[in-house]
Structure formats: C-alpha cells, structure tokens
C-alpha cells in the first residue's frame, strides 16, 4: 500500500526537489506535480491521491481557494508547505480543512515526517504492520 501524494507548487525546481525527496520514502509516491489552482483540483480527480501538500501563493492565485474547492469529507487531506508561516495564515488554512501546516523555511524534514506517519496510520488501520505491502 502506498500513500499517494499530489504536489501544488509553482516553482519548478522546488517542485522537483520535493517530489525526490518525497519519493525516497518507502511506501509514498509522488502521483502528480501540478502548478496552478486549476490543476490542483483537477488532479484531484484524475489521481485521486491520499494526500495533498499545498503551497499558498501560485502562480494564478492562492492555496486558499484550492482548500475552499475541495471537499474534505471524500477529496485528499491537504497539509500545506509554504514561506508563509504566519499564524493568522496557519489559522485560516486549518480553518478551511488543512491538517498540516509546515514552514518551508524549516525545510523539508517535518513534511517528510508527517507523510511517514499518515503513512504509518493508513497501514495501522488497514492491519497492516510497518512497511507491509498491500
């Protein structure tokens, strides 16, 4: 079982950065890379990934009308990973559904953490122990 994971961001080379590091986690694959709000939640739908990481400043606009768009009873769960780290943002990106809010500043290790215990959960909830396979 793999946890897939859906990557909103505009800068191309942090996106492809992330997207290495994310995919040297055993059990979580990057299944798409996308750069604006209208292709975040059509990648939604067309991947259907586990989980979202967010930036809030795209290129055509704000992660915040991304979280407003999905639906978080049934849509992936989002945690954002932006250079906005202000509580006032952190509030209102919880507020509209984000489970996560991390400060890319901090790097990238507190993601990758995360990510492995979503990870760790689904399988625990599944019945599957630590790096079993589906």
């Given at each position: 079982?793999?946890?897939?994971?859906l990557?909103v961001?505009?800068?191309?080379?942090?996106?492809?950065?992330?997207?290495?590091?994310?995919?040297?986690?055993?059990?979580v694959?990057?299944v798409?890379?996308?750069?604006?709000?209208?292709?975040?939640?059509q990648?939604?739908?067309?991947?259907a990934?586990d989980?979202?990481?967010?930036?809030?400043?795209?290129?055509?606009?704000?992660?915040f009308?991304?979280?407003?768009?999905?639906?978080?009873?049934?849509?992936?769960?989002?945690?954002?990973?932006?250079?906005?780290?202000g509580?006032?943002?952190?509030?209102?990106?919880?507020?509209?559904?984000?489970e996560?809010f991390?400060d890319?500043?901090?790097?990238?290790?507190?993601?990758?953490?995360?990510?492995?215990?979503?990870?760790?959960?689904?399988?625990?909830?599944?019945g599957?122990?630590?790096g079993?396979e589906?």
């Amino acid at each position: 079982m793999s946890l897939d994971i859906l990557l909103v961001e505009d800068a191309d080379v942090l996106s492809r950065r992330m997207a290495q590091a994310i995919d040297t986690l055993d059990g979580v694959r990057v299944v798409a890379c996308v750069a604006t709000q209208a292709e975040a939640v059509q990648a939604v739908a067309l991947s259907a990934p586990d989980v979202m990481v967010l930036d809030l400043s795209l290129a055509d606009g704000s992660g915040f009308r991304v979280l407003r768009q999905l639906d978080h009873r049934r849509d992936p769960r989002v945690v954002v990973f932006t250079n906005h780290p202000g509580e006032i943002l952190r509030r209102r990106a919880l507020e509209l559904g984000a489970e996560g809010f991390f400060d890319k500043s901090d790097g990238i290790e507190p993601l990758l953490d995360w990510l492995c215990s979503e990870r760790d959960r689904r399988r625990s909830a599944m019945g599957l122990g630590p790096g079993a396979e589906e």
